[in-house]
């Protein structure tokens, strides 16, 4: 009764109009016992802040497909730690380029998860985190 | 904890969703917060938005809620989805239908699973309420499940309950049967641009005749989001309400059903931690469904069995 549900948010930032990915995401992590908050398409980062502070989620998992991971990352990170939310675990996932790795973990990205991940990985890796 | 009361008095967000974390997750510091609390509730009008899924009612809220922000009220929302009964998690989709509000300050929105309760709420549902409350909300809309029929917990707790239905779903008779058209104090029905709109008005509107004693006149009010109608009427229709229980005295005996339900809810609650608690209980439960299938015991006196056992 008293067990804590892992919350997250699944969060599409920018103007990216593909979601498939992030519902998939969803959809497995409901399955995986996760509370899941999808905030649909064309967020902007402090939209996304402010949903995963009212939500009180443990992880925000950001999808982006057009190439603008490395200034919308960054823009989610600066809110998130304006709100004095770095608490929050944040991991990417979507089209992202190898070289851009490094400088998303220097953001304070935890992970990134390309195409081709195993539902499992992510699954394992939340759980692993959140519980920790 | 005195820290994060203070700042949920003063209505900042993090705190709020904080607690409204504890409440779900039935922290043992949950009556401590609702006692320093309780007496700062009481000021927001309480709405709750109930319907069959897929009608429209995150849509609907989003709306009203948009509507209050001009009026410069306000509005703090709770929305419920289904929790799965396998795996225990849910996919929370309510705020999907208004994150062009995600950062007005003006306003709170908060996704819930209902964890494995049934009748379109979730068991911490009156505390979040209360917290919302306390947090200086003037509005609060509670949004249940996508329900059935006969899901009308929500009466017991709102000031003012919406029905929102849709065209298409039934003919009259649909409309004569008990369950969740008694608990309307507004009935909306959406997607009022779509064929057969008039006609499920109309039936709702000849259902409703029957009621004539009745010192509240139900409307029955067409909405179209496409369109943008219906909205001013609909947020009328809640002053009215709220101004027609002030009058009549109806707030105090609300009030007083949601106190009610809500003490029963929590002595069940608390009754159902005792008698289940696995330390007592030790195995009994296993055992006794061994008994029950090698047709030695039947379930009825199993748990006659049980219980006296727990409260000799």
């Given at each position: 009764m008293t067990k804590k549900n892992i919350r997250v948010l699944v969060a599409k930032p920018g103007l990216d109009g593909h979601d498939r990915g992030a519902k998939v995401v969803s959809r497995a992590l409901r399955d995986a016992g996760m509370e899941v908050?999808?905030?649909?398409?064309?967020?902007?980062?402090?939209?996304?802040?402010?949903?995963?502070?009212?939500?009180?989620?443990?992880?925000?998992?950001?999808?982006?497909?057009?190439?603008?991971?490395l200034t919308l990352f960054q823009n989610v990170m600066n809110c998130l730690?304006?709100?004095?939310?770095?608490?929050?675990?944040?991991?990417?996932?979507?089209?992202?380029?190898?070289?851009?790795?490094?400088?998303?973990?220097k953001i304070g990205i935890k992970r990134v998860f390309g195409p081709g991940t195993p539902i499992d990985t992510i699954v394992d890796y939340i759980q692993g985190s959140v519980n920790k | 904890m005195t820290q994060l009361i203070?700042?949920?008095?003063?209505?900042?967000?993090?705190?709020?969703?904080?607690?409204?974390?504890?409440?779900?997750?039935?922290?043992?510091?949950?009556?401590?917060?609702?006692?320093?609390?309780?007496?700062?509730?009481g000021t927001a009008h309480i709405i709750g938005v109930t319907g069959t899924m897929g009608t429209?009612?995150?849509?609907?809220?989003?709306?009203?809620?948009?509507?209050?922000?001009?009026?410069?009220?306000?509005?703090?929302?709770?929305?419920?989805?289904p929790?799965?009964?396998?795996?225990?998690?849910?996919?929370?989709?309510?705020?999907?239908?208004?994150?062009?509000?995600?950062?007005?300050?003006?306003v709170f929105i908060r996704s819930m699973g209902t964890r494995g309760v049934l009748g379109g709420l979730t068991s911490s549902i009156y505390d979040v309420?209360?917290?919302?409350?306390?947090?200086?909300?003037?509005?609060?809309?509670?949004?249940?499940?996508?329900?059935?029929?006969?899901?009308?917990?929500?009466?017991?707790?709102?000031d003012t309950t919406i029905v929102v239905t849709v065209p298409g779903l039934g003919d009259s008779i649909q409309t004569m049967k008990a369950g969740i058209t008694e608990i309307a104090d507004i009935f909306v029905v959406n997607k009022a641009?779509?064929?057969?709109?008039?006609?499920?008005?109309?039936?709702?509107?000849?259902?409703?005749?029957?009621?004539?004693?009745?010192?509240?006149?139900?409307?029955?009010?067409?909405?179209s989001s496409i369109k943008g109608t219906g909205i001013s009427e609909v947020i009328n229709a809640i002053n009215n309400h709220m101004d027609f229980l002030t009058e009549t005295n109806h707030l105090r005996k609300r009030r007083r059903t949601r106190y009610e339900s809500e003490l029963l809810a929590l002595i069940k609650k608390k009754v159902m931690h005792f008698v289940?608690?696995?330390?007592?209980?030790?195995?009994?439960?296993?055992?006794?469904?061994?008994?029950?299938?090698?047709?030695?015991?039947?379930?009825?006196?199993?748990?006659?069995?049980?219980?006296k056992g727990i409260l000799a």
């Open positions: 908050i999808y905030t649909g398409l064309h967020q902007t980062p402090k939209q996304i802040v402010e949903t995963a502070v009212q939500e009180d989620v443990d992880v925000i998992g950001l999808s982006l497909l057009s190439g603008a991971h730690k304006k709100r004095g939310m770095e608490h929050i675990l944040v991991t990417g996932g979507g089209i992202i380029p190898q070289e851009d790795l490094d400088e998303l973990k | 203070t700042q949920l008095l003063k209505g900042e967000s993090a705190a709020l969703a904080r607690l409204i974390t504890l409440v779900e997750n039935n922290s043992p510091t949950v009556p401590e917060v609702m006692k320093a609390i309780h007496k700062h509730t429209g009612k995150s849509t609907l809220i989003g709306a009203v809620t948009r509507a209050y922000r001009k009026r410069d009220k306000t509005v703090g929302i709770v929305g419920i989805d929790t799965s009964c396998f795996s225990g998690g849910a996919l929370l989709g309510d705020r999907i239908r208004m994150q062009d509000l995600a950062t007005d300050p003006g309420v209360e917290l919302l409350d306390a947090s200086g909300k003037d509005i609060v809309i509670v949004e249940t499940v996508g329900v059935g029929q006969s899901e009308i917990d929500i009466a017991k707790m709102a641009d779509q064929p057969g709109a008039d006609e499920t008005v109309l039936q709702l509107q000849q259902m409703l005749c029957m009621n004539h004693l009745d010192e509240w006149q139900i409307p029955v009010i067409p909405l289940l608690d696995e330390s007592r209980l030790q195995g009994t439960i296993e055992s006794m469904v061994d008994t029950i299938s090698r047709k030695e015991m039947d379930p009825h006196s199993a748990a006659e069995k049980i219980l």
